[in-house]
């Protein structure tokens, strides 16, 4: 072994968790380097990264924090690395990663190759179906509470890597820098927003519920996407007594349930007679709850489904805001479809799952601000919403694909 070097870590893999930092794009860390200004001294900067880490000499700088609006309340903590740091985290990722899949469980979606949010939601769904009950499972500031002993225990049992167990200890305990300028040392949790933070967040939550679940609850399947889970349940005296072992489970890992937004909710539909006040929960983005549904043979009944939630559909609305696309008067419509298309597509591709048509009354949100703007926009037009929305509705017919909401078919301009 070379005592100079005596963690075997290849230039390669610093390059190739360069390239994926890079394709990921972020913000600045403590040190204002953006990417664009990391790639201006690029072989030294990489150059420094392997051999520090390679010799046991890397010591990560103090994480950025920004407080980012939620959409129900308050603000999210977000931890910014610096680049060079968000390149060294990947390297351990990249090895640490394949190991863990190995033994994750089946249900766990959040973060993994191969697995998505979309899966979560349509495994719940059926489920919804089969079982009368859920849990739906909140906990209090989970990113901030992790114990970083029982972490480092975790990350023992999966890997002996010396360098791996360096380095994720030195991660953890790197401080968190305010906008002020403060830092603040940790003592447990990791940040969100580093790029090995997710990772070991699954793992934490791979012994702490789901191994623990398959242990003592094997009968009760569940979904977890990160620290956001539902547990299905055959009758409302499971889900109470599975409630409170839960408690007691997250309590000895150094966890709590939120009291008020851990709740016990009822799939109620045309088959399901009891009565029962809590009758939906979000999971994912989605609101599941009864709806109005139509079977093969065209029958009308009541089933229990998911549709895009009142959050984010409010989301998607306050950022339709923000595109301000009834100033933009200088731009064609072209244009504005070009600028709004990929973002428009990524709702639709993920929200349009299930029960599309509760995008519709968004998306017609959209349509009337580009009503706005051919008032704005022609001279002919302004003044007469009406004549304006006639105008829309001939170029909707004409070029439907022009913009990507025009592509679900009861969406019509005037609708």
Known sequence: MNKAKPFC???????????????????AGVDGQTVAKFEEDLKNNLFKIWNRMSSGSYFPPPVRRVDIPKDNEGTRP??????????????????????????????????????SAIEAVAVARRRCWRYDWVLDLDIKGFFDSIDHDLLLRAVRKQTDCKWVLVYIKRWLKAPVQLEDGRLIHREKGTPQGGVISPLLANLFLHYAFDKWMQRQYPQIPFERYADDGICHCQSKAQAESLRAAIEQRFAECGLELHRQKTRIIYCKDDRRREDYAEQKFDFLGYTFRPRGAKDPEGRFFVGFNPAISNEAAKSMRETMREWRLHRQTD??????????????????NYYGNFYRSALYPTFQRLNNILVRWATRKYKRLRGHNRRALH???????????????????QLKAGQ
């Open 9 to 27: 870590i290849s230039k390669w893999e610093v390059w190739e968790a360069y390239k994926r930092v890079k394709a990921n794009k972020g913000a």
């Open 78 to 115: 977000l931890g910014i690395p610096t680049v060079a740091d968000r390149i060294a985290m990947t390297v351990a990722k990249r090895y640490l990663e394949p190991i863990l899949e190995e033994h994750f469980h089946p249900d766990s979606y959040g973060y993994r190759p191969e697995k």
């Open 331 to 348: 731009k064609s419509l072209d244009e504005l479809a070009h600028m709004i298309n990929p973002v428009v597509r990524g709702w639709m």
């Open 391 to 409: 105008w829309l509705q001939k170029i909707v017919y004409k070029q439907p694909e022009l913009f990507a909401h025009w592509g679900l078919r």
